[in-house]
């Protein structure tokens, strides 16, 4: 079920799950079986965390188990987004307990580690056939008030679930941005052997997903 659609091209050999992981704005109609999703954030369980507090928290809402869920997130996304996400099969909202449960203390690595577990969440989605696309377009006091989540939670993301479709289901600017070659920074960029040099020609203006 692997999607080949706009492979990355990588710099050196990879695991081809993540030169195939995506973040589409096309989806088909097919759900998403709710086994499906407990093997998704199964996964996402399994990653790392400091302390092993594991401070991921996820709401998630399914168009064919949870139609409610689904559409109060999707209500808390930007217009933009909200105009392709609705025809994804779930969608999902990252949450970060940001104090320690054995002293209270705050955790400054919790969204790192909500990160870390949404990342395994999309690998192991591309080894299904699922890929996900993560948002920061949302509104996080819309988020915070639709599903009460208490003040020492901190909001990271939203991101919808599902099976890539044709880009040619999309508004043409959308469209092109699906086709749309992908690259990345080559690793002489990002990878500093035996100090911090000066790095010249950055582009933070350019990251293709």
């Known amino acids: 079920m692997s999607d080949l659609t ?23 109609s097919q759900p998403v079986a709710a086994e499906v999703l407990q093997q998704l954030f199964t996964a996402a369980g399994s990653a790392a965390s400091c302390f092993g507090e594991q401070p991921w928290r996820f709401v ?21 987004n909200q105009g392709w996400a609705k025809n994804a099969s779930a969608i999902a ?7 320690f449960s054995h002293d209270s203390n705050p955790n400054a690595w919790a969204k790192h580690d909500v990160g870390q577990a949404v990342a395994t969440l999309a690998i192991q989605g591309v080894e299904l056939g699922v890929q996900i696309h993560q948002m920061a377009g949302f509104s996080q006091d819309a988020a915070r008030a639709a599903f009460q989540i208490p003040a020492d939670y901190e909001l990271v993301s939203v991101f ?50």
């Open 6 to 28: 706009n492979v990355l091209p990588a710099e050196h050999p990879i695991l081809p799950q993540l030169t195939q992981r995506r973040s589409p704005r096309a989806y088909t």
């Open 93 to 99: 909202l990252a949450v970060a307990k940001t104090t």
């Open 160 to 209: 919808t679930i599902g099976y890539p479709g044709s880009p040619d289901t999309l508004p043409d600017p959308l469209k092109a941005r699906e086709a749309a070659p992908r690259s990345r920074k080559p690793l002489g960029e990002i990878m500093f052997e035996g100090g911090w040099p000066t790095v010249a020609g950055e582009r933070y203006d350019q990251a293709p997903v």
């Open 60 to 80: 998630v809402g399914s168009q064919v188990t949870s139609p409610e869920v689904f559409q109060k997130i999707l209500g808390t996304l930007a217009e933009f």
